[in-house]
C-alpha cells in the first residue's frame, strides 16, 4: 500500500496546485504509519528537502511538511536520525551563514522573511531531538549540550516560539531536569542557562507559566541534588544563577518548593541536620536573595556542608 501510495504524495509535493492536499496527506501518514517508513525514510527526507529550499510551498504548509519530517524521524534509531537530520538542516545552515555575513541581519527578528521556515524547522529539531531523549541521550552528551543551547537561545531571541501548539513545552522544560544530572560540566551549564533564560518568560510567554507552576518543584529538587552532591563543585556558580532566577520570577511558588523539597531526611544530603537546612531556606529566601553574589556564596556554603568539607583545608584550598 505504502510502496504504491508514496510515490504519488511525493510527486505531487512538487506541485504548488496541490500544496495542502499532498503535504496534510504525508503528514498523516508520516503521522500514523511512522513505524512503516523507515524503508522509505531517505526517500521522503530529500524530496522534502527540495520543495524546502526551493520556497514550492506557504509557510503554513512548510510548517505542516516539518511536523510530517519530525514525526517520519522519532521512529528512526539513534543514528539514522541524525544522518536524515544533518542531510535536512546543511542547506539552512548554509543559508544562515550566508544571512550572517549581511550586516545586522537578525533571522528570528528583523529578516524572517528571508527564511519562512525558521520555527518549523526550530520545531522540527525540537521533535527529533525530543525523540532521543525517549531512546535514551546519555551516550549523546553534545546532542544535549547543543539543544539546550538552541532552546536557550530561542528564548533569549524570539520567547513566542515557546507559544506554538506544537512545541512540547513541558517535554523539554523535563528533558532539562535530565540533563542538570549529567556528568559532563558543559552539558549542564548549557542547561542552566536554558533555565535561567526559560524562568524570566514566567510573565510573558503562557506555555512556560504552565509547566513552571506545574513541575518548578521537580527543578528545585534537582537543584538541591546537585548542590547536595550530585555534580561537580564547579558548577555551584549556574546552579546558583537557575536559583536567583527561580527566586526572582517565582519567589511566591519557591518558598512553598523549597520547604517541601527540604523537608525528606537525608535530602540533600545524610550530613544535614534539620538547623542547617532551616537555615539555608531562610537566608535563600531573606532580602539577600536580590543580591545575585550573595546567593552563590550561600548556594557555596551550603555545598560544603553537603559534602562535609565546610571548615576542612581542602575546602579553603579550593
Known sequence: ?????LPLVLQALGNPDLSVSSVSTLKKICRECKYDLPPYASNIVAVSQ???????????????????????????????????????????IQQLEKLADETMVHIFASQ??????????????????????QQGPRDHPDI???????????????P???????????????????????????????????????LPHCSDVP??????????????????????????????DQFAEVLFSM?????????????????????PSMRLTPEQKENFSQQILSRERVNKRRVKDIVKEFTLVCRGLHGTEYAAEY
Request: glycine content about 4%; some cysteine; hydrophobic content about 45%.
Open 144 to 158: 544535549v549540550d547543543s539543544f539546550m543551547q538552541l532552546q536557550a537561545q530561542a528564548l533569549k531571541r524570539k
Open 1 to 5: 500500500m505504502l510502496s504504491s501510495v
Open 112 to 133: 524572517t522573511d528571508h527564511f519562512p521556515p525558521i520555527k518549523a524547522l526550530f520545531e522540527l529539531v525540537t521533535s527529533v531531538t525530543l525523540s532521543i531523549f
Open 247 to 267: 527566586n526572582k520570577n517565582c519567589f511566591s511558588l519557591l518558598t512553598l518548593w523549597l520547604k517541601e523539597a527540604l523537608q525528606p531526611p537525608g535530602f
Open 50 to 92: 527540495e520543495v524546502l529550499i526551493k520556497q514550492i510551498h506557504k509557510t503554513s504548509q512548510c510548517m505542516w511538511l516539518m511536523q510530517a519530517l519530525g514525526f517520519l524521524l522519532s521512529a528512526l534509531p539513534v543514528e539514522e536520525i541524525l544522518r536524515n537530520l544533518h542531510s535536512l538542516i546543511t542547506p539552512y
Open 160 to 198: 513566542d516560539l515557546f507559544l506554538s501548539e506544537s512545541l512540547d513545552v513541558k517535554a523539554v522544560f523535563h528533558c532539562g531536569i535530565l540533563s542538570l544530572k549529567f556528568p559532563e560540566a558543559p552539558t549542564v551549564k548549557s542547561t542552566c542557562l536554558f533555565f535561567t533564560e526559560l
Open 207 to 236: 506555555p512556560v507559566a504552565r509547566v513552571v507552576q506545574e513541575d518548578g518543584k521537580v527543578l528545585i529538587q534537582a537543584l538541591l541534588e546537585g548542590i547536595g552532591g550530585g555534580v561537580s563543585r564547579s558548577l555551584m
